[in-house]
């Protein structure tokens, strides 16, 4: 064999090698769906700019029921007062009870950056006996549109979710 064609065989066996070491190491990177494990009972919102809403799930037997052992009715009271619309709590319930990651971004010493600093970030908390199930910090979309900057868990590192939850905000107790 020549010189070249050794060379040239060489060449295509050190990229083959590069390109299965770079698949093996990134074989774990990809979306994480962070599900949560019960269901969420109260969420406490906190955003920029309003006092904080508190929605708590009441259950009730309807008052048009002679069995009081039937169905209970589940309604989501708004800090302890008035009942909310079912459109904007199925909304919270879909964001909070799975959140699609794309990946990590940046740490949390560049949370300006990302709008997910105190008086610019939305923050929802999913409890359940009250115990925290779900932190979920929502700062400014990408510039893509389609994804959100944001924070889960109480961890610092600055993730890619899919969807714009935020958009959804400011709510009050009046637009729920």
Do not use: C, H
Not at 83 to 89: F, P, Q
């Amino acid at each position: 064999m020549s010189k070249k064609r050794i060379a040239l065989l060489s060449g295509i066996v050190i990229l083959a090698i590069v390109w299965i070491v770079q698949l093996v190491q990134n074989s774990g990177d990809g979306i994480t769906v962070l599900k949560l494990k019960k269901d969420a009972t109260e969420f406490i919102i906190e955003q920029p700019d309003a006092d904080p809403i508190t929605l708590t799930l009441a259950k009730s037997v309807p008052a048009n029921s002679d069995d009081p052992d039937g169905k209970q009715l589940e309604q989501w009271v708004i800090n302890g007062g008035d009942v909310a619309g079912t459109e904007k709590i199925d909304m919270i319930k879909k964001v909070m009870n799975s959140i699609k990651v794309l990946g990590i971004v940046s740490s949390a010493n560049d949370l300006s950056t990302y709008e997910l600093d105190e008086g610019k970030a939305i923050t929802i908390t999913a409890k359940a006996d009250d115990k925290v199930l779900r932190t979920l910090v929502l700062g400014k979309e990408s510039s893509t549109g389609s994804q959100t900057y944001a924070q889960v868990d109480g961890k610092s590192d600055i993730v890619v979710i899919t969807g714009t939850p935020g958009s959804n905000f400011p709510l009050t107790a009046d637009n729920l």
